[in-house]
Structure formats: structure tokens, C-alpha cells
């Protein structure tokens, strides 16, 4: 499910940073996306 998460977010980060469009929002997905990664490679859990 975290990866998934993961994923979509980086998709629309890249969209948003090719179209320009987004301003600051684009780069909150990033951080995001980076975020929810590293708790994912923290807990070590595999997402379902």
C-alpha cells in the first residue's frame, strides 16, 4: 500500500514538474512521497 502511495505521489510530482503547474504543491509531493519511503524502509514491514 506504501508503495503504491509512493508511486502516485512521484507520478504527480513528476507531471506537475513537467507541466509547470503547482508551484510549492509540487514540491510537497516530493517530500512526501520521500517521507512515506522511509518510513516504509524504517518499519520494515512489507505493504500489502
Same mark, same amino acid.
Given at each position: 500500500?506504501? /508503495?503504491?502511495? *509512493? !508511486? #502516485? @505521489? *512521484?507520478? @504527480? /510530482?513528476?507531471? %506537475?514538474? #513537467? %507541466? =509547470?503547474?503547482? %508551484?510549492?504543491?509540487?514540491? *510537497? @509531493?516530493? +517530500?512526501?512521497?520521500? #517521507?512515506?519511503? !522511509? #518510513? =516504509?524502509? +524504517?518499519? %520494515?514491514?512489507?505493504? !500489502?
Amino acid at each position: 500500500m506504501l /508503495w503504491t502511495i *509512493l !508511486v #502516485i @505521489l *512521484l507520478v @504527480l /510530482w513528476l507531471i %506537475g514538474l #513537467i %507541466g =509547470n503547474f503547482g %508551484g510549492s504543491l509540487i514540491h *510537497l @509531493l516530493l +517530500v512526501v512521497a520521500v #517521507i512515506v519511503l !522511509v #518510513i =516504509n524502509l +524504517v518499519t %520494515g514491514r512489507r505493504a !500489502v
